[in-house]
């Protein structure tokens, strides 16, 4: 990350170059099919999403202004024509052209190149920030979809072990065994769990546009189901190694940092600005011979060497402008300081929630959808031999039911909070292509 601050205008130009022949490069591959990864998700937003598009070409607009930065002042052409020749010793003056150049106070022009590449390189960081929100966003539609359909097959699941328990109490009814009520309980369960299915397959069709949405494409394109939840493939280090890599990296703090220094570039230009530039000039006098005197200067033409200088007379202006250079300079540093602390404390509550999701993990993986297994089917083997009531059986399925989507709900939390932590940690997810100019 050191060497982005040593790059130079033309750098960044070159590095832009490349950049955007990546991007149209990745822009014919193929969309990501039904067995896709996350990672096929980002490098979708990452060609599709308007949102990354517009910070990209603020980041060129910002680039373009550099060069302009360091252009001097277009030289001014002078020309008048004496429509009445003015008669003088030594001839008829007809007409006169000159040229004149502007020449910036000491300093003022390497101000400006210097706050426009700073300026520049903060909206770099502010394209990797938008690029790496993008990417949390997909995140959060993406596990939610994904979390939706896990609800969905194991909803399916249960429900097809209850219709099982189902058709049992409705033998046992028919033969007399079992009374009507448990037929009708069981029936309520079922209804109960159909109900469910349905709420699930029908929150199917606005999930799927939202993770369009968050894609950047026309929300009415088909989208299959994701692959399984699984582990997400970015193992973070440790809190501390993670909150130094936020202050370190976080494209949000190093934006905020060139905007401070280009908002100190941006002051002392304008203490600069109290000093006049300097115009030198140079003007021929067009003279024709003269019919009445005999000089022999005669027809010679006339040079004259000038000097402009402004006179800043109006003082208040100037120390107005300072003050408030001054002030947005300040303002930058604080705003800076706030952010910081903002996102490690962002950070934290996001690393909180992370130990939280693999806590719950390990409860549900390795002890209590086990145990609730276990529970079902000690039930339903007593139910079956009529050693018990179906009512222990309904109270097992319902509580592994509910086992099973905590577990879903946890590994979803814990792969949007992964990213959500790369984001701030200023990392690409893995799988994901880096743009040119973090990979120079």
């Known amino acids: 990350m050191q060497e982005i601050l040593a790059w130079s205008a033309l750098g960044v130009l070159q590095i832009a170059v490349t950049l955007s022949g990546s991007h149209a490069a990745r822009a014919v591959e193929t969309e990501p099919g039904p067995d896709a990864p996350l990672a096929a998700y980002f490098e979708l937003a990452q060609r599709q999403s308007p949102a990354v598009e517009a910070a990209r070409l603020r980041w060129e607009v910002a680039l373009e202004r550099v060069p302009q930065a360091a252009g001097w002042p277009d030289p001014t052409l002078r020309y008048g024509y004496f429509t009445d020749e003015v008669e003088t010793a030594l001839g008829p003056q007809e007409h006169r052209i000159g040229l004149a150049q502007r020449f910036p106070f000491f300093g003022k022009l390497g101000l400006r190149v210097d706050s426009a590449e700073q300026a520049a390189l903060s909206a770099w960081h502010r394209y990797r920030e938008k690029r790496l929100a993008v990417f949390e966003h997909v995140a959060h539609a993406y596990y939610a979809y994904a979390y939706l359909a896990r609800a969905i097959e194991v909803t399916h699941e249960n429900l097809t072990l209850l219709e099982g328990v189902e058709n049992v109490v409705r033998t046992r009814y028919a033969t007399g065994r079992a009374p009507q009520s448990d037929l009708l309980r069981v029936q309520v369960e079922v209804g109960t769990l159909e109900d469910r299915l349905r709420s699930f397959e029908e929150m199917r069709e606005p999930w799927a546009k939202r993770l369009n949405a968050a894609l950047g494409r026309d929300v009415d394109v088909p989208l299959p189901w994701p692959v399984p939840l699984l582990d997400p493939p970015d193992a973070l280090p440790d809190n501390a190694t993670v909150l130094e890599h936020v202050r370190s990296n976080s494209p949000e703090l190093l934006a905020l940092r060139f905007e401070t220094r280009e908002a100190d570039r941006s002051l002392a230009l304008t203490r600069r600005d109290q000093f006049p530039d300097i115009t030198l000039g140079i003007e021929n006098i067009r003279t024709s011979r003269s019919d009445l005197t005999n000089f022999s200067d005669s027809g010679r033409d006339a040079w004259i060497l000038s000097v402009s200088v402004p006179i800043p007379v109006q003082r208040s202006k100037y120390r107005a402008a300072i003050r408030e250079a001054d002030a947005r300079h300040r303002g930058t540093l604080v705003t800076q300081r706030d952010r910081e602390l903002r996102l490690l404390a962002e950070t934290e509550v996001l690393l909180f929630e992370q130990r939280d999701a693999e806590r719950r993990i390990e409860l549900y993986r390795k002890s209590l959808i086990p145990l609730g297994q276990q529970a079902f089917n000690a039930a339903n ?41 790369l984001a701030r940690m200023g990392m690409t997810p893995e799988g994901v292509e880096e743009p040119a100019a973090v990979a120079r």
């Open 381 to 421: 083997t007593s139910f079956a031999t009529g050693a018990t009531s179906f009512v222990d059986t309904l109270d097992a399925e319902r509580v592994l039911l509910q086992f099973q989507l905590e577990l879903a709900r946890a590994r979803a939390d814990r792969g949007r909070v992964t990213t959500a932590i």
